[in-house]
């Protein structure tokens, strides 16, 4: 696709279930990145995808969070047992060189848990 | 924790006037990024500095750094209305793989 596309666009769910949100890369981005943004916060970063394997992990918050990256291409964030925090806006990021290059970044999903 | 931090917070400005947005960060880095959001969604890259570089020009845009005070600064000149947005700086630290975000300037151009 022409940009970093990511699905659902909102998603509104109840506390305790558990959610997946997807981001498609720009194709040929070895290099893929989550972040999260709480309301009128900044970027907090979650995980780092170079190829299929994460290298860095550091930013998930808990082991209810989850991601994998298949083919190198499509990435899955899944959040098991949502709780009120967990509400924001996740956005995906994906990168040519991966380290430090331009980051181009998909228009995220809001998700709310109520 | 957040690497950048961005000053002010918020800066409101008339149409026409220059803005100016300020970024510190903490570690060795290897480059230092400006990004643009509008309306709390996707972010827009705008700039990319690197480590050994001083100044560089984009349009309207200057951006600087002196790795040595660990800050850079993002001049918007001749704003417009349409500039109205939040502004981000981004750090590609040395020793981690991933961009680094700032806590962001909101900017307000008043037409």
């Known amino acids: 696709g022409a940009g970093v596309s990511q699905s659902p666009s909102n998603k509104v769910t109840e506390k305790g279930k558990d959610v997946e949100l997807r981001c498609d890369p720009i194709?040929?981005?070895?290099?893929l990145y989550w972040y999260r943004q709480s309301l009128g916060q900044g970027l907090e970063f979650l995980i780092y995808?170079?190829?299929?394997?994460?290298?860095?992990k550091s930013g998930l918050p808990s082991d209810r969070f989850s991601a994998e990256r298949t083919g190198g291409s499509v990435s899955t964030l899944t959040i098991q047992r949502t709780q009120q925090e967990d509400s924001a806006v996740y956005l995906c990021a994906s990168s040519l060189g991966g380290w430090g290059t331009e980051a181009f970044f998909g228009q995220g999903t809001r998700l709310t848990v109520v | 924790s957040q690497q950048g931090e961005e000053d002010p917070q918020a800066l409101s400005i008339q149409e026409g006037e220059n803005a100016t947005m300020n970024c510190s960060y903490k570690?060795?880095?290897?480059?230092l990024q400006w990004y643009r959001q509008n309306s709390g969604r996707g972010l827009v890259h705008l700039i990319l500095i690197r480590s050994n570089e001083r100044e560089k020009h984009s349009g309207r845009l200057r951006v600087t750094l002196d790795t040595s005070k660990k800050s850079s600064s993002l001049l918007i000149t001749a704003s417009r209305a349409a500039d109205t947005a939040s502004y981000f700086c981004?750090?590609?630290?040395?020793?981690?793989?991933?961009?680094?975000f700032g806590s962001g300037t909101r900017l307000q151009v008043q037409p």
């Open positions: 194709s040929g981005h070895t290099a």
């Open positions: 570690t060795s880095i290897n480059n």
């Open positions: 981004a750090t590609a630290d040395t020793g981690r793989r991933a961009l680094t």
């Open positions: 995808f170079q190829g299929n394997s994460a290298p860095d």
